[in-house]
């Protein structure tokens, strides 16, 4: 099977080969990068970029920092600030508009909004998010993700315990119009939600100023957890609904949505996973458009999918759609060699609407002498410059049984094998490091970030292609 696919998955002759560098990222001295995650990038143009993640203090406690970069050179790695009165502040997604970058996350106090200035790279503020309703229980909030159509004009969701003391949450949102926040507010779950409706924030994206989607997963009264859909339409959220599922999704089974990407004026692509009725785990995806919410359809997995697969979507930036009905996917499933399962990345496309059928879609094709993509490898992100030309951040083991990173390009519809990226001073990237997310504007304008096993701690890196 490799070797076939190594036939079909090589580059185009002639194609230019560009090189990934990774370089160190420099955080306060005496941290170290907690659990592995730099996972925060948005960029406004190529090498112009924001990026962050969690760090560690020798007392314990986590921080957030930022480093921005400038014509692909990166600055030294500041603390954000946390919010008076507030510690432990971590953020879970940036993104950038034109000349303002919007941070979203949770400290001690509660759901939080970080506002970082591009034009003077620094902190216009930080705030804890208010709240419409004084009754929920604040302190347990968070954001999870937030999008923004333009400067000042930005969405947040992410979600709320309802009641001190009781595991309630639900479904938060807030959203930012001409410059200021609005109180945060709820959303109502799907009436099958349970008591416990233990929420699973995704993503958020908009297609208008106008109309937005809010996706992820919670907990029915069944015990079963299953996806959610919220709109948000001419600035009013509407209750959540659930998707119809492939006829072939098992009535007791796990449903999830957790990666969103939309398309300006088009729609927008969710994705997440589902049992089968024949106990697999594979993933599936839904439109949903300017007037509607499609039915879930199975996205097919590589031909050498173990008989009983299991399929893994990172939620980072796993998809990406180029233009309305042309996404790109990459994640993680099971595959089998000689009866013994192994975990790969798989790369797949929706093209003119229809995903590719399971001989089309491609086992990623790691390094010659690699082991596999590992427990915790596979395709971690993915960034698209067009329809067809694709770059995605990878984690793999090698053949010492050492996880590494490295980028797989697509061109014109045709994926080549996985490039290595060596790490600052040839050290491993960890079972928790990794390049967490990458933004490509062609195949030699790239910027990432993640993390890498150090002598003692996790460091941070960034890259650049060229």
């Known amino acids: 099977v490799l070797i076939v696919a190594g036939a079909l998955l090589s580059p185009h002759a002639g ?51 930022f480093t921005h970069e400038l014509n692909q050179n990166w600055s030294i790695g500041t603390k954000v600030p946390d919010p008076s009165g507030g ?14 970058c919007i941070g979203v996350g949770q400290s001690s106090l509660g759901a939080t ?71 945060a507010e709820t959303v109502a779950l799907p009436s099958s939600a349970g008591t416990n409706p233990a929420v699973s924030a995704g993503q958020v994206g908009c297609i208008s100023t106008a109309r937005c989607f809010y996706v992820g997963s919670f907990v029915t009264t069944a015990g079963t957890s299953r996806p959610f859909i919220a709109i948000r339409q001419d600035g009013v959220w509407q ?18 949505l957790s990666e969103l990407s939309c398309v300006s004026g088009g729609s927008c692509t969710a994705v997440g996973t589902y049992h089968t009725t024949a106990g697999t785990l594979v993933p599936f995806s839904v439109t949903i458009t300017t007037s509607s919410i499609g039915p879930g359809v199975q996205i097919p997995l590589p031909a050498n ?20 009905g042309n996404c790109s996917l990459g ?17 797949t496309s929706e093209v003119n609407g229809v995903w590719r059928t399971r001989s089309q879609a491609t086992f990623m094709q790691i390094p010659a002498g690699a082991d596999s993509a590992g427990q915790y490898g596979g ?40 490039t290595p990226v060596s790490m600052p001073s040839g050290r491993p990237a960890g079972a928790a490091g990794g390049l967490y997310a990458l933004r490509c504007f062609s195949a030699t304008t790239c910027s990432g970030v993640g993390s890498y096993q150090g002598y003692s701690r996790y460091s941070a890196f960034s890259l650049n292609s060229l």
């Open 305 to 324: 999918a173990a008989p009983a697969p299991k399929a893994f979507l990172f939620g980072f930036q796993g998809l990406v759609c180029s233009s309305v």
């Open 239 to 256: 209750s959540a609904t659930s998707p119809s599922m492939p006829s072939n999704a098992a009535t007791l089974g796990s449903q999830t």
């Open 87 to 100: 510690y432990g502040l971590t953020l879970n997604a940036i993104t950038c508009a034109t000349a303002q």
């Open 15 to 65: 194609a230019a080969t560009p090189t990934f560098s990774a370089g160190t990222i420099s955080i306060p001295s005496g941290t170290g990068i907690a659990n592995g995650q730099v996972t925060l990038l948005s960029c406004l143009s190529a090498g112009n970029c924001l990026a962050g993640g969690w760090y560690g203090t020798n007392s314990g406690a986590t921080e957030t920092f």
């Open 379 to 418: 395709v971690v992100g993915m960034s698209c410059w067009s329809a067809g030309n694709c770059a995605g951040a990878v984690a793999y083991v090698d053949g010492s049984k050492q996880y590494q990173v490295g980028v797989v390009l697509e061109t014109a519809g045709v994926w080549a094998s996985v």
């Open 113 to 183: 909004l970080v506002q970082y200035n591009w034009s003077t790279q620094s902190f216009q503020a930080t705030s804890v998010v208010t709240f419409a309703n004084n009754a929920l229980d604040t302190t347990h909030s968070s954001l999870k993700d937030v999008a923004c159509t333009s400067d000042g004009n930005c969405v947040a969701v992410g979600s709320v315990n309802v009641t001190a003391g009781v595991n309630s949450s639900t479904l938060l949102v807030d959203s930012m119009t001409n410059g200021s926040w609005s109180n």
């Open 331 to 347: 994640a993680q499933y099971s595959y089998q060699v000689n009866t013994v399962k192994h975990f790969g990345g798989f790369l």
